[in-house]
């Protein structure tokens, strides 16, 4: 019996010397800046919490890898509690599970002085500006990683004063020589192509696999059907959603003051803007595009109540006249941080817009938060169950949608997108197929059994009674027959082994 051991040790050894190998690899991030590394070993980095460490996490990454982080571990607006996370949050889609909040625990945190604010946290503490500038100097990390738009100032201030270039992957924008300078700057803003998530999380995955990641190839899988069917699903419902001639917009509420009052306002925000919006537009979802508005004439796109409600007179707002909106809503998406103030507005009925009123909105998270396939499906399957489930509230006239592709170029550039109010008909062949392409399910093979051999027996012969075998010193017919099988099962073992 001691063969079997020693084979399944000898096929052990040899499949890993055949995937052992080192291998100088390169990089380039989204600004054209080449990176090598030697990825048969695992790079340390330090990177912002949530859209850099999770999203990593997420593909693979385990906290060997991850010395330092900045920023928020959840996304804004949340009640996450990183010292706490067995508590759960209000935003249990996007903040971290207790499981993933171990990655953290061992890095380096560069954020004390913000890393619980919910009003967001991007940056270290300028107080330790010069702890990264000397982990970077003494190799203490081998990359830092900018997942994030391009605007992070400290991050600007640390390549100038070290001559350094970070690993950066753009959230906002596709990889184009005309769109994005190696000093963050654009160039061209027709060429600056707005990514959706699942760009990102590709992007990303590409990362994962330069700097040396155990990327676990059967989970990443499974996270890509479900990311799949989650798609299909809400494309699917997106189609019934433009039947029933529903509009969603996206917006960041507030409050500005008003010749000496304070009054709530919601922005006019264009889905270009971000990946998640960008994501559901691909995907035949009706949003609201924004006005381009001109602040030198005085033009505002935070819209307060009497722009809102423009047949009520300044300061009333009731049944009489509330009809005829500046958007024609049915359902909300509001960013994570200013969603909060909601439960107040329909409470106290500071912002009666019906869709409000109806509890027909959901939370966004902006610029913040993992960008995985995991969470791609986590959102897609929320919105999909909340905008399902909403009805058709508004009276004003909601347009007529405009028959263009969600991902051309006039949509998607940063110059681009359609007037106030227009929205893209839904179109089966225009939906984003990257989303819809599903990795195929795991290959089942099914457990064969031993053919059992039974001894051919000659009817005219008797057969001699078996000796027993503490007489004789031989094995009986039974105890043969175990012996045939366990010959047998341990060459099948092997074989599925090998």
């Known amino acids: 019996m001691a063969l079997v051991p020693k084979l399944l040790a000898a096929l052990a050894l040899s499949a890993s010397a055949s995937i052992s190998r080192a291998e100088i690899v390169t990089f380039e991030d989204d600004r054209f800046v080449t990176h090598t590394w030697?990825?048969?070993?695992?790079?340390?980095?330090?990177?912002?919490?949530?859209?850099?460490?999770?999203?990593?996490?997420?593909?693979?990454?385990?906290?060997?890898?991850?010395?330092?982080?900045?920023?928020?571990?959840?996304?804004?607006?949340?009640?996450?509690?990183?010292?706490?996370?067995?508590?759960?949050?209000?935003?249990?889609?996007?903040?971290?599970?207790?499981?993933?909040?171990?990655?953290?625990?061992?890095?380096?945190?560069?954020?004390?002085?913000?890393?619980?604010?919910?009003?967001?946290?991007?940056?270290?503490?300028e107080g330790l500006d010069d702890e990264i500038r000397n982990m970077v100097n003494t190799s203490q990390i081998d990359f830092i990683v900018t997942i994030d738009n391009g605007n992070d100032a400290q991050m600007k201030a640390l390549e100038q004063?070290?001559?350094?270039?970070?690993?950066?992957?753009?959230?906002?924008?596709?990889?184009?020589?005309?769109?994005?300078?190696?000093?963050?700057?654009?160039?061209?803003?027709?060429?600056?192509?707005?990514?959706?998530?699942?760009?990102?999380?590709?992007?990303?995955?590409?990362?994962?696999?330069?700097?040396?990641?155990?990327?676990?190839?059967?989970?990443?899988?499974?996270?890509?059907?479900?990311?799949?069917?989650?798609?299909?699903?809400?494309?699917?419902?997106?189609?019934?959603?433009?039947?029933?001639?529903?509009?969603?917009?996206?917006?960041?509420?507030?409050?500005?003051?008003?010749?000496?009052?304070?009054?709530?306002?919601?922005?006019?925000?264009?889905?270009?803007?971000?990946?998640?919006?960008?994501?559901?537009?691909?995907?035949?979802?009706?949003?609201?595009?924004?006005?381009?508005?001109?602040?030198?004439?005085?033009?505002?796109?935070?819209?307060?109540?009497?722009?809102f409600w423009p047949d009520c007179?300044?300061?009333?707002?009731?049944?009489?006249?509330?009809?005829?909106?500046?958007?024609?809503?049915?359902?909300?998406?509001?960013?994570?941080?200013?969603?909060?103030?909601?439960?107040?507005?329909?409470?106290?009925?500071?912002?009666?817009?019906?869709?409000?009123?109806?509890?027909?909105?959901?939370?966004?998270?902006r610029n913040d938060g993992a960008i995985s396939f995991k969470m791609i499906a986590n959102l897609l399957n929320m919105y999909n169950q909340k905008i399902s489930a909403a009805a058709k509230v508004s009276k004003s006239d909601p347009g007529t949608c405009k028959p263009v592709d969600p991902k051309s170029s006039e949509i998607i550039s940063k110059d681009g997108g359609l007037d106030l109010n227009d929205f893209i008909c839904y179109n089966y062949d225009l939906i984003q197929q990257e989303y819809l392409t599903c990795p195929p399910p795991p290959e089942v093979v099914p457990e064969t059994k031993p053919t059992e051999v039974v001894p051919e027996t000659k009817p005219t012969e008797s057969v001699p009674e078996p000796k027993a075998s503490s007489e004789s010193g031989g094995v009986d017919r039974t105890t043969s027959r175990f012996l045939a099988f366990a010959v047998v099962s341990a060459g099948t073992y092997l074989l599925s082994s090998a």
Request: hydrophobic share 35%; proline share 7%.
């Open 38 to 125: 030697d990825n048969s070993k695992k790079a340390k980095i330090c990177t912002r919490a949530g859209v850099g460490g999770l999203s990593l996490h997420q593909l693979g990454m385990q906290s060997d890898q991850l010395y330092c982080y900045y920023g928020l571990w959840g996304i804004r607006g949340s009640d996450f509690d990183p010292e706490n996370p067995d508590v759960g949050s209000i935003y249990p889609e996007a903040d971290p599970t207790p499981d993933e909040a171990t990655f953290f625990k061992d890095a380096i945190n560069l954020s004390p002085g913000c890393w619980k604010n919910p009003r967001g946290c991007f940056r270290w503490d």
């Open 161 to 307: 004063d070290l001559g350094y270039r970070t690993i950066f992957v753009d959230t906002f924008y596709e990889k184009n020589p005309d769109c994005r300078a190696e000093n963050y700057t654009l160039i061209d803003e027709s060429k600056c192509y707005g990514r959706s998530m699942i760009d990102i999380a590709a992007r990303v995955e590409e990362l994962a696999i330069f700097l040396g990641v155990d990327v676990d190839v059967p989970a990443q899988e499974a996270a890509k059907r479900e990311a799949c069917e989650a798609a299909a699903d809400f494309t699917d419902s997106m189609k019934e959603v433009q039947e029933k001639d529903m509009r969603i917009k996206v917006s960041i509420l507030g409050s500005t003051e008003v010749d000496g009052e304070n009054v709530p306002y919601a922005r006019d925000f264009d889905p270009i803007t971000l990946w998640v919006p960008r994501t559901l537009e691909e995907l035949g979802a009706p949003l609201l595009h924004a006005k381009v508005y001109n602040s030198s004439a005085g033009e505002n796109r935070n819209i307060v109540p009497d722009v």
């Open 313 to 365: 007179s300044p300061g009333l707002v009731n049944d009489t006249c509330s009809d005829n909106t500046y958007h024609p809503v049915d359902f909300w998406l509001i960013d994570s941080r200013s969603y909060l103030v909601l439960s107040d507005w329909v409470e106290f009925g500071i912002f009666p817009d019906p869709a409000i009123a109806a509890g027909q909105y959901s939370y966004y998270p």
